[in-house]
């Protein structure tokens, strides 16, 4: 007999959460990926055409206050800034709308995810575990990737080292349902941009960088002055695909001006706050609704878990 669909699904991020471990092994009171990270405070000014896209809580009022974290790529909180597996980069960012109530975006600086659900992600991860490089070829990862040309596209994308964390443009992966006052409803996906446009050093540049390059370097940024990214919305087309995160949306889909992130200190006690802070990738909030997309629940499930554990170390 099935398991009914809440518990299919804390059973596959429990699946995951193990498939990690095996592979960064665990390191109590961090993440299990993304788990090297910094934390920095900051304020959220929505722009007047969000209102067209929806009536959101953070859109309605003049400013919210938001705490967002930087990562790298990866269970390895120790991972120099310099090695490519610290790429892609993530950005969560909270909009912290009263005591215990907020709004999460979850972002990285791939557009997209390399797998449509979580069976497939864990399939992926279980190939790389068993790829090492005693394997001999076809190893597992390939013939995985060989057989699924979303993840082999993901996996060869450029991924070049920004100059700055604050450099580089986030994606927000799955798609979600804005509603506006008038009730009208888009689909449309994050899309985090610096203010100061993309900066990435020259291939093979970054081999020298310090172990805590970026972490430094966005902590003394953002004490010399605010340091901004504009929020936008891709809105998708009728007939475009909004419940798979693999699939692109064409770059000439318009873009509406969700708001500005003002970023304007470093969280003072950083690795206590990164250990209890668990971000939602779902809105829940009114005017943004989960997309069908078959990731969202998941993460929210494996977010949830792994914050638990390292709450509990």
Not at 250 to 258: I, Q
Request: proline share 10%; charged share 20%; aromatic share 10%.
């Amino acid at each position: 007999m099935p398991l009914p669909e809440d518990e299919r699904i804390v059973a596959l991020a429990n699946d995951l959460l193990q498939q990690f471990d095996q592979l960064f092994s665990v390191h109590p009171g961090f993440r299990a990926a993304h788990a090297k990270g910094q934390m920095l405070t900051g304020v959220f000014y929505p722009a007047p055409e969000a209102q067209t896209l929806t009536a959101a809580p953070h859109i309605v009022r003049k400013s919210t206050p938001v705490t967002v974290r930087f990562s790298n790529s990866t269970g390895l909180p120790e991972l120099p800034d310099s090695a490519p597996e610290a790429n892609p980069r993530g950005l969560g960012v909270r909009f912290n709308l009263a005591e215990h109530v907020h709004t999460d975006i979850v972002s990285h600086t791939m557009d997209g995810f390399p797998t449509r659900d979580g069976y497939e992600f864990l399939e992926f991860l279980k190939a790389v575990a068993a790829s090492g490089p005693e394997v001999p070829s076809p190893k597992p990862v390939e013939l995985f990737l060989g057989a699924h040309p979303a993840a082999l596209a993901f996996v060869q994308a450029p991924k070049p080292f920004p100059t700055s964390l604050a450099r580089d443009t986030y994606y927000g992966v799955t798609a979600f349902e804005f509603t506006n006052a008038a009730e009208e409803k888009r689909f449309g996906r994050y899309r985090i941009v610096p203010e100061e446009g993309n900066d990435y050093f020259a291939e093979g540049a970054a081999a020298s960088l310090s172990a805590n390059y970026h972490f430094d370097e966005i902590v003394a940024r953002v004490g010399k002055g605010p340091v901004r990214f504009t929020i936008l919305v891709q809105i998708a087309a009728p007939g475009d695909v909004v419940d798979d995160a693999t699939i692109h949306w064409p770059e000439e889909r318009p873009l509406v001006k969700f708001g500005t992130l003002e970023l304007t200190g470093a969280v003072p006690d950083n690795l206590a706050q990164q250990k209890h802070i668990i971000f939602d990738p779902i809105p829940r909030v009114t005017g943004i609704e989960p997309s069908a997309d078959p990731l969202l629940e998941l993460r929210a499930a494996i977010y949830l878990i792994s914050g638990r554990r390292r709450r509990a170390a």
